[in-house]
């Protein structure tokens, strides 16, 4: 299976890491390279791999599917349809490290990050990112496109909107709403249910003017 990533920045590497990590599992692949429309990065190495040219170029660029390694959520979803429409395959980078009850549903393009936690019942969307030493307790509903940042936790039964981030080493108390494209900013305790596309802080998390 040849996997082409989207976008070699901080997030792409981590996914394509995530991909190498699999492989070195016994997973057959061969990662082609990247893909990227920062012209800067044009014809150069990331982590030993080519930056073979534009995101346009990945109907020219040889591959099976694509992994996703784009960061910003609005931006993931925008492609991702795009990618949806242009029929093209989607893998699900689940790291070696991750660990999954055996019931987590996961959507396809989902990646999760090193260290990452699903538990029973949790439903993670497609596009979706639990990055690096998340985790999602029994029954969480993970929107598409939304992003567990790294080191932020779920209690049980807790619903994120499609689209939401979900702030480095926030928290959430069992059972809260989280709306679609709402961010709840870093070190954030949410105890209560944020409406949609609001941005929220601080012990407890209180709407950020
Ligand atoms: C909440 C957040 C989105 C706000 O970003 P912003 O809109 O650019 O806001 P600013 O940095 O201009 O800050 C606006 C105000 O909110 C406060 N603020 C910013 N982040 C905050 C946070 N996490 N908790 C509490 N208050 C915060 C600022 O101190 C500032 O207050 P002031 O007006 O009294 O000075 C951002 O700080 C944040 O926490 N993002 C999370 C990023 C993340 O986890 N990414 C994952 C990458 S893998």
């Known amino acids: 299976m040849q996997i082409v990533v989207l976008g070699a920045s901080g997030h792409g590497q981590v996914v394509a890491d995530i991909l190498f990590q699999m492989?070195?599992?016994?997973?057959?692949?061969?990662?082609?390279g990247f893909l990227d429309d920062d012209p800067a990065l044009r014809g150069t190495r990331v982590m030993?791999?080519?930056?073979?040219?534009?995101?346009?170029?990945?109907?020219e660029t040889p591959h099976d599917c694509v992994a996703l390694g784009v960061g910003d959520n609005a931006t993931r979803a925008r492609l991702f349809a795009e990618l949806c429409k242009a029929r093209e395959h989607f893998v699900t980078a689940i790291h070696p490290t991750a660990v999954l009850a055996p019931d987590v549903i996961v959507g396809a393009g989902a990646v999760l990050a090193a260290g990452s936690v699903a538990n029973p019942g949790a439903h993670i969307g497609e596009n979706a990112i639990l990055n690096t030493c998340s985790s999602i307790d029994h029954h969480c509903v993970l929107g598409a496109h939304a992003h567990m940042a790294p080191g932020a936790h779920l209690a049980g039964n807790v619903t994120v909107g499609e689209g939401a981030l979900v702030g480095v080493g926030s928290c959430a108390t069992p059972g809260v709403s989280i709306g679609a494209w709402s961010v709840?900013?870093?070190?954030?305790?949410?105890?209560?249910?944020?409406?949609?596309?609001?941005?929220?802080?601080?012990v407890p998390a209180r709407p950020l003017a």
Not at 24 to 30: I, L, N, S, V
Not at 48 to 59: E, F, I, Q, T
Not at 193 to 200: A, G, I, L, M
């Open 23 to 32: 492989w070195t599992k016994g997973r057959e692949m061969e990662i082609v």
């Open 48 to 59: 030993g791999l080519h930056v073979l040219g534009p995101l346009a170029a990945l109907a």
């Open 184 to 202: 709840v900013g870093a070190g954030a305790a949410v105890v209560s249910d944020v409406p949609e596309r609001t941005t929220v802080g601080g």
